[in-house]
């Protein structure tokens, strides 16, 4: 174990001293009214990153033009370089599928809300192929209390610290308003084909004053969408046995959120929040090797699986003489209920029969606090106009799973004699300091360099310094050079360094088709890796005028110490079953091109395109790609304001072929490859304002009816043989033609 040589009351003595020292001389200056030398401002390094390539913008106008059916992550999906996947390249678990930025997989997509990590995903086991049975962290907010979603891809997202290699999701609630107001939104969503179902989703908000300087803002939100029938993948199923595999889940989510915001005097705010969110399941019968039993298919229709989150938060933000400051302490508990799943062969991540096994209920709470402080200063030094900003941060998180770390019902009467393993220890925890220095300096002549650097102190795994050079070159005013080089990094999560968490396997998911003794083999948690690291890089050029926008660039991602399960035996135990370890196995290279095209046609008409262009996305030990994208994905916009009270719009994706892996990534053992066509998803939206008040919204999703039917995982863990049939790229269900409607009324 690598122990860090700062502790907690380090990192929280430094805070305390940069915000006494922070709020110290803002109160003085208000009070004192200290004149300082006039200083040119330029924008802070957060804001320069903003206008880099990797970035885009999601207003909240966009939303309502082409709102969500469920998850913020169907409008997310239509920006440059972002795509939705599995968790993993196996594609078990297929149709969760999540925010994957750059081809770089959902693991390296850190999802933050107002500017704070959410990850709720870390209370869901992670499998012996990096499975999470999850829909990831982009659900938690209703689409219409969103004021804008800030996506940051590549060197401009690598300031976030740990989990943010491929890039960051920041979405902005909206704030308190300072005159009475509220809205209420109604939407359905009707599935043609009757075997996909059918959602529904409701959501209100009021705010308003409580004083001159005291104003608050409510929201609440119902989201229901039924499962997919038993039968709508009849006949698909390639592998395993299985008579049909699962389409997608059914969901009940409902959200509350209350924000106070507190105008201190003209210089200090105070915001405080909390929220509490509830997503449950509809089983549809999924697993994680698709083996469905007569058990599984009676929880059809069930809610077998319930995560709550809670979150409450305090901001101060100070705009002092000399700067900015901002004081952030935030606190995050996830519970995750759900029955408990085997953690051995076949029957790994499959609900056990309680007749069986009796394993009930099992519950994992996941619980992340967060404190960063951080100022902007703008400064004039060297005759060069420029912003520094400087920051800390400490972040404690812990894990207790009751249900995944303990013995799996086929491993108890197995005597487990390991380095490490506390059979009775169902519980983990790790802390991290981070430092970091950013400076957004204009040297003059149309040059702009946000040099920076990140340091971050992890209990467990060590130092990891982050450094970064972001430039933009105005060549003159329509044209522009922007690029840059960043570090970024990724800690392992508390399943894979957790000697306490074990993985079993009889024999065929064990690296080579067996275990070299013929006894089966173990996978344990490993407190001894390494952080994965990955090089960004992104250059490109861009235009602008009053009537055209485009951009074109190239990215490239060296992606170092990837974590896998191990192929090499640390250990053996009771006489014939081999140990393996997660180990830091993998090297991988990530390269493409994005580009953007806005062309205003007349004064109503808006036509805007984003072209990603994957050029390789390939693990190096193994020549595999690292997750299933396509090839290349078109999105096309049209929106037409046809008269004051109506507007209609377009929208079209085109995918390219996806490809899976020639071999199965457990056992190395080769498989038959296919690939998906490229294919497309076409809609259609109107926007009616009908009175002042209300507004009407309606449209057709998937035109054309293009429809996806999922054939099971990209790889067969339970076949032997070499060649062996797979469902390929076919992991998923793309849902066929669907028709909406939505009504708002503001009051």
């Given amino acids: 174990m690598k122990k860090s040589r700062y502790g907690f009351g380090h990192i929280f003595m430094l805070g305390l001293a940069l915000s006494v020292t922070f709020g110290a001389a803002g109160a003085y200056a208000a009070d004192e009214e200290i004149t300082l030398d006039t200083v040119e401002v330029v924008g802070t390094a957060a804001e320069q990153v903003k206008q880099s390539l990797g970035s885009s913008i999601i207003t909240k106008e966009d939303i309502e033009k082409n709102p969500p059916i469920n998850d913020l992550s169907e409008i997310i999906r239509r920006q440059p370089g972002v795509n939705l996947t599995g968790n993993s390249a196996s594609g078990s678990r297929g149709n969760n599928r999540q925010i994957d930025l750059r081809g770089m997989g959902p693991e390296n997509t850190l999802i933050l809300i107002d500017g704070r990590p959410v990850q709720s995903r870390n209370s869901v086991r992670y499998g012996w192929t990096e499975e999470r049975d999850t829909r990831g962290d982009s659900n938690w907010i209703p689409a219409e209390m969103v004021e804008r979603v800030e996506v940051l891809r590549g060197p401009a997202a690598a300031r976030y610290g740990s989990g943010a290699m491929g890039g960051v999701v920041n979405i902005i609630t909206k704030k308190a308003d300072k005159e009475f107001s509220g809205s209420m939104t109604v939407m359905g969503n009707i599935q043609e084909d009757a075997q996909e179902g059918d959602s529904y989703r409701t959501n209100i908000s009021v705010s308003g004053p409580v004083s001159d300087s005291v104003s608050f803002r409510i929201y609440g939100g119902m989201n229901y969408r039924d499962a997919d029938a038993k039968s709508i993948n009849e006949g698909e199923a390639v592998y395993g046995g299985a008579e049909n595999v699962a389409g997608r889940e059914g969901y009940r989510n409902r959200d509350l959120n209350a924000l106070l915001s507190w105008d201190v005097n003209r210089q200090q705010s105070v915001e405080l929040t909390g929220g509490y969110s509830r997503q449950g399941n509809i089983y549809a019968g999924d697993s994680m090797q698709n083996f469905g039993n007569t058990y599984t298919e009676s929880l059809y229709g069930e809610e077998t699986n319930v995560i709550r989150r809670k979150n409450i938060a305090a ?433």
């Fill in 315 to 747: 901001t101060h933000t100070g705009d002092w003489n000399w700067g900015k400051t901002r004081l952030d302490v935030s606190y995050d508990r996830t519970v995750n209920t759900r029955l408990n799943e085997g953690l051995a062969g076949g029957l790994e991540g499959e609900i056990t029969d309680t007749l069986t096994y009796d394993p009930g209920m099992a519950e994992s709470q996941y619980d992340s606090f967060l404190t960063s402080v951080k100022a902007d200063i703008p400064l004039n030094l060297f005759g060069f106009a420029q912003t520094l900003t400087v920051g800390a941060e400490y972040r404690d998180e812990s894990l207790d799973d009751k249900g995944s770390l303990r013995n799996s019902p086929a491993m108890t009467w197995l005597n487990i004699d390991l380095e490490g393993y506390n059979i009775g220890k169902t519980d983990a925890e790790a802390y991290s300091v981070a430092f970091y220095v950013e400076d957004n300096i204009y040297l003059g002549g149309g040059l702009t360099l946000t040099p920076g650097v990140r340091i971050d102190e992890h209990e467990v795994f060590g130092t990891n310094v982050s450094p970064s050079l972001n430039a933009y070159y105005e060549i003159n005013s329509n044209w522009a050079v922007k690029g840059g080089v960043a570090r970024a990094y990724k800690a392992p999560n508390l399943y894979q360094s957790n000697p306490n968490y074990l993985l079993y396997s009889r024999g065929t998911g064990c690296y080579g088709g067996a275990s070299s003794l013929g006894g089966g083999c173990y996978l344990q948690g490993n407190e001894d890796l390494d952080p994965e690291t990955s090089i960004n890089k992104e250059i490109g050029l861009a235009y602008d005028s009053d009537s055209f926008r485009a951009s074109a660039s190239y990215f490239h991602n060296d992606y170092d110490n990837k974590v896998f399960a191990g192929k090499t035996s640390v250990a053996t135990i009771n006489g014939n079953r081999d140990v393996y370890k997660w180990e830091n196995a993998g090297e991988a290279v990530v390269q493409g091109v994005e580009g953007n095209i806005f062309v205003p046609v007349g004064k109503d008409i808006d036509f805007n395109t984003n072209v990603t262009y994957m050029i390789e996305s390939e693990l190096k030990r193994t020549g595999q790609p690292l997750s299933i994208v396509p090839e290349y994905t078109v999105n096309t916009f049209i929106d037409w304001r046809a008269t004051e009270k109506l507007s209609l719009g377009v929208n079209a994706t085109f995918y390219g072929k996806q490809e899976t892996p020639s071999i199965e990534i457990r056992t190395e053992r080769e498989i038959e490859k296919d690939e998906i066509d490229p294919y497309a998803l076409v809609g259609i939206s109107a926007q009616y304002k009908v009175f002042e008040n209300l507004s009407m919204r309606a449209g057709i999703n998937n035109i054309f009816d293009k429809q996806l039917h999922r054939k099971g995982n990209s790889a067969s863990a339970s076949s032997t043989a070499d060649g062996a049939e797979s469902a390929n790229a076919y992991t998923y269900n793309e849902p066929g033609r669907s028709y909406w409607l939505s009504m708002t009324m503001d009051f």
